[in-house]
């Protein structure tokens, strides 16, 4: 699963997720209740978005049915736009000593920093080597940047401009627009905040 | 994925949500092309108006498109939701990826045009002649005829899914060869894929992935994924040394 890997575009220093999840054997019984523990320290510091993908995102079930749907081995992600709420919440994590595994995706010098000021020693790393193969089958660039930030690909092109035509008309704002583009990524790791700066450019 | 067409009034909702463009509105009702439709169901959780849209009973193949389009399914005969594993989020606790490997991981037909397993089995071809270790959990693997060649089960090869993770260890002094062959694989696709790559991190900073990736001055984005090692138990990677 390299769902939050392959993100595109500028604006990205207004981007980041932090996954929280167990293993399946080893500490997967009981982690209901600790991914919701993490969740809630999330919320609590300016998560724009949370989900988890068998359960669906903050915008689509509310943050009460995420819950309530969450189970043992949920994989919960929890979207920032700013870095000192990513290190706040990276920090009380850290305090919970909860055991469950814990990812933070975003520009790499900037989540090195979140990483020292929260106090944690990076482990492990995924970088990108981007997109390869037949290239001009991609829909245009501003259409990728937004797309990109569902990684199962389930934001499409035609619902980016159908939301800019809405928004262009009147009938709908630039924040309600993110927040359409977001409902479709199941796991909620789409940036609703960053999808409304994107949009912009549309018009 | 059916419609019911009775019901549906051809709104044409289902069609903005469809990843793959497989559902069109003719004579004002919505008609779905079952070779594009990959059986992601985003149509269904969006919501139809008038709830023209079902899920059919499918069978093998078709339920590996189901279980790799679809993020909230769970493959039937691994168990695993998505389309991969777990791969670095839990290395720490796992040991997956260890001292001197890189974890690769090609996602065929990412972003949005889909892939057939025959591009596939073309990747992981190309993976396994370096002697990649292919991640036993991940739905890919275990619809390869062999591993050690890579090829996949004929029934299965012609099958288009939204996207399809070749998830690998190899060892990192052959990292260089490895992207060799998927700079060559690139030329020989019908899709895109993603290239991804996953390594602990050394005492000094760097990744075991850092070198070979300078010395054929390729470029990484500029964003990435970092397991930050909270997880427990944790594994002893000295042990290996």
Redesign the interface.
């Known amino acids: 699963?390299?769902h939050?890997?392959?993100?595109?575009g500028n604006t990205?220093e207004n981007?980041y997720i932090i996954?929280a999840?167990?293993?399946k054997g080893?500490?997967k019984e009981g982690s209901k209740q600790k991914l919701i523990d993490i969740l809630d320290i999330g919320i609590k510091n300016g998560a724009v978005n949370a989900g988890d993908?068998?359960s669906g995102n903050i915008y689509?079930v509310g943050l009460d049915g995420l819950k309530e749907r969450m189970k043992d081995g949920a994989?919960l992600n929890l979207t920032f736009d700013k870095k000192e709420n990513v290190i706040k919440t990276?920090k009380e994590?850290?305090d919970l000593?909860n055991?469950?595994?814990?990812?933070?995706?975003?520009?790499?010098?900037h989540?090195?920093e979140c990483?020292q000021e929260?106090g944690?020693?990076?482990?492990?790393?995924?970088?990108?080597?981007?997109?390869?193969?037949?290239?001009e089958?991609?829909?245009e660039e501003k259409c990728?940047n937004i797309?990109?930030m569902c990684?199962?690909?389930?934001i499409?092109?035609?619902?980016i401009y159908?939301l800019a035509e809405k928004v262009k008309s009147g009938k709908m704002t630039l924040e309600q627009a993110g927040i359409e583009v977001a409902?479709?990524c199941?796991?909620g790791a789409c940036n609703p905040v960053r999808a409304a700066l994107l949009i912009k450019e549309f018009l | 994925m059916r419609i019911r067409e009775e019901s549906c009034v051809g709104c044409g909702k289902c069609?903005?949500?469809?990843?793959m463009?497989a559902i069109k509105i003719e004579d004002h009702k919505a008609k779905v092309d079952p070779l594009k439709c990959v059986e992601?169901y985003?149509c269904i959780?969006?919501g139809c108006p008038v709830n023209a849209l079902a899920k059919e009973e499918l069978s093998w193949p078709r339920t590996l498109a189901e279980s790799l389009s679809c993020?909230?399914g769970v493959d039937e005969k691994s168990g695993v939701?998505?389309?991969?594993?777990?791969?670095?989020?839990?290395?720490?606790?796992?040991g997956r990826?260890g001292h001197q490997k890189v974890?690769i991981?090609l996602?065929m037909g990412?972003?949005?045009?889909g892939t057939t397993f025959i591009d596939v089995e073309k990747a992981c071809m190309a993976l396994a002649k370096h002697g990649a270790y292919f991640e036993p959990l991940n739905p890919v693997t275990y619809v390869m005829k062999d591993t050690t060649t890579g090829e996949i089960q004929e029934d299965v090869r012609p099958l288009f899914v939204?996207?399809a993770?070749v998830e690998a260890l190899i060892d990192a002094d052959k990292l260089e060869e490895v992207?060799k062959s998927?700079?060559k694989?690139?030329k020989e696709?019908?899709?895109?894929?993603?290239?991804?790559?996953?390594?602990?991190?050394k005492e000094d900073?760097t990744?075991y992935?850092d070198e070979a990736?300078e010395k054929m001055g390729?470029?990484?984005?500029?964003?990435?994924?970092?397991?930050?090692?909270?997880?427990?138990?944790l594994y002893d990677f000295d042990k290996e040394r």
Not at chain 1, 122 to 134: C, D, E, F, K, Y
Not at chain 1, 156 to 159: E, I, N, Q, R, S
């Open positions: 699963m390299t939050t890997l392959h993100r595109t990205l981007d996954l999840m167990p293993v080893v500490n993908t068998q689509s994989v990276l994590i850290k000593q055991g469950m595994s814990v990812v933070v995706t975003g520009l790499m010098e989540t090195k990483c929260a944690l020693q990076r482990h492990t790393v995924a970088r990108s080597l981007g997109v390869w193969g037949n290239v089958k991609l829909p990728m797309m990109t990684g199962h690909g389930l499409t092109a035609t619902l159908d409902k479709p199941v796991c | 069609a903005k949500f469809c990843p463009k992601c985003n959780r969006e993020p909230t939701s998505g389309r991969g594993t777990a791969e670095m989020k839990t290395n720490e606790v796992t990826i974890g991981c996602e990412r972003p949005f045009t939204l996207s993770i992207l998927c700079q694989l690139s696709v019908d899709t895109v894929f993603s290239v991804g790559v996953s390594s602990l991190l900073g990744a992935f990736i390729l470029s990484m984005y500029a964003g990435g994924k970092t397991n930050v090692g909270l997880g427990r138990p």
